[in-house]
């Protein structure tokens, strides 16, 4: 049998890292095999796509030349790593994939959602998320934390208003993809957000008719 593709979204400092940490210990806990990986990046090429796209010096990116970039990444990523996975049983745990396209480049960039729907059809085939957690956060507490954390990559020194429209991009794709998705409000502490995330996590597998059994 397949494994099961589960991803995690948000904007900048929602908390990700953080609790995709608690995914995995529950996935543990249930005694799934699963591997953890990230978009960009995720194999060596996907890597230097990424620090490519990340690195602050580049001032100006062209908006198309980003979105090819991501979906060339992903391209390597579904191939090297995500669908030998799937294909082996294995569970693949992945910190962002194509609803961060969706987010930041139709969103926040303002890029046609048809082209990004074409490339994700020429990119991934038929493959699309079985689960897809979105942490949702008032961007401007995001960037705070990110601030806090350190230096800011290209995307985080971005303006406000940008996050406020990826921000509602995300919720746009949870509204359209209810059964897909399952939003946790990452504006509580991260005690109350883990426990949220576990109590959810259980009812949506099993709603969705998936276990690691
Ligand atoms: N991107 C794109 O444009 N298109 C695409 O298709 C894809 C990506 C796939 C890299 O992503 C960038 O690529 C991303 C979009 C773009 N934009 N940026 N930047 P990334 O996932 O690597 O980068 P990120 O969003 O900045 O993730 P991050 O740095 O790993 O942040 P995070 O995981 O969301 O947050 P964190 O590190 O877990 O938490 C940040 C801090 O807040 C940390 O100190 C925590 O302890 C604290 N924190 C977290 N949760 C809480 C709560 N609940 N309360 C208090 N403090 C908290």
Redesign the pocket.
């Known amino acids: 049998m397949k494994g099961k593709f589960i991803t995690i979204e948000?904007?900048?400092?929602?908390?990700?890292?953080?609790?995709?940490a608690n995914v995995e210990a529950f996935l543990t806990a249930q005694g799934i095999e699963f591997i953890r990986t990230?978009?960009?990046g995720g194999t060596v090429i996907a890597e230097k796509i990424?620090e490519l796209?990340?690195d602050p010096e580049i001032e100006s990116m062209g908006e198309l030349t980003?979105l090819l970039l991501?979906f060339a990444a992903?391209a390597e990523h579904l191939e090297k790593v995500i669908q030998p996975a799937l294909n082996r049983g294995v569970w693949v745990l992945c910190?962002?994939?194509?609803d961060?396209?969706f987010?930041?480049?139709g969103g926040?960039r303002g890029l046609s959602l048809t082209s990004i729907e074409a490339l994700q059809d020429l990119v991934q085939g038929e493959l699309r998320p079985d689960l897809t957690i979105i942490?949702d956060l008032d961007p401007e507490v995001?960037l705070a934390?990110?601030r806090?954390?350190g230096e800011l990559?290209?995307?985080?020194n971005e303006a406000q208003a940008f996050f406020l429209k990826v921000r509602a991009a995300y919720l746009s794709i949870a509204a359209a993809n209810p059964e897909r998705c399952l939003v946790i409000d990452?504006?509580?502490?991260?005690e109350?957000?883990k426990q949220t995330l576990e109590a959810n996590l259980l009812s949506k597998l099993s709603y969705l008719g998936i276990s690691g059994e």
Do not use: H
Request: aromatic fraction near 6%; hydrophobic fraction near 30%; proline fraction near 2%.
């Open positions: 948000g904007v900048e400092g929602v908390g990700k890292s953080t609790n995709i990230r978009e960009p990424r796209l990340l980003e991501v992903r910190d962002r994939f194509t961060a396209t987010a930041y480049q926040g942490l995001g934390r990110a806090e954390r990559d290209r995307f985080e990452a504006g509580q502490s991260l109350e957000v």
